[in-house]
């Protein structure tokens, strides 16, 4: 009920998501994902671009739509570790959980909703 989630699981066994933060003051600030070591922002892309389809799906200002990257077996830090880059959390799964039960920011017509996303992107069954 408070909006549409648009979670893009990976699974990468061991390794670690972070957040590498460049610029700044004299120059523009620069957020990159790195995943155990290399650049992998390109998943960071590939989710605002599902986003983008999603709330052009929707077709409602009303409705939020959240891109999550949620990582699978990733080796997260006993402590923190989640955060946002470019407005795509980066979690992991049961973290996600509780952000979805937790998010009470407005209430949608869920059938609506489902509605216009099926209308779009059809079941391949």
Do not use: M
Not at 12 to 36: A, D, F, Q
Not at 74 to 91: E, H, M, N, Q
Request: proline fraction near 6%.
């Amino acid at each position: 009920p408070a909006g549409v989630w648009v979670i893009d699981a990976k699974r990468y066994t061991g390794k670690r998501p972070e957040l590498r933060v460049e610029g700044g003051i004299l120059r523009p600030r620069v957020e990159s994902l790195r995943v155990g070591g290399r650049d992998q922002t390109k998943l960071v892309d590939g989710v605002h671009s599902q986003v983008e389809k999603v709330g052009g799906a929707v077709a409602d200002p009303e409705v939020v739509v959240r891109g999550v990257l949620c990582f699978i077996e990733a080796d997260w830090p006993l402590i923190g570790g989640d955060f946002t880059v470019r407005d795509i959390a980066v979690v992991w799964p049961r973290l996600l959980v509780k952000r979805i039960s937790a998010a009470t920011e407005a209430v949608i017509d869920i059938d609506t909703v489902y509605d216009r996303l099926r209308a779009v992107f059809p079941r391949n069954d």
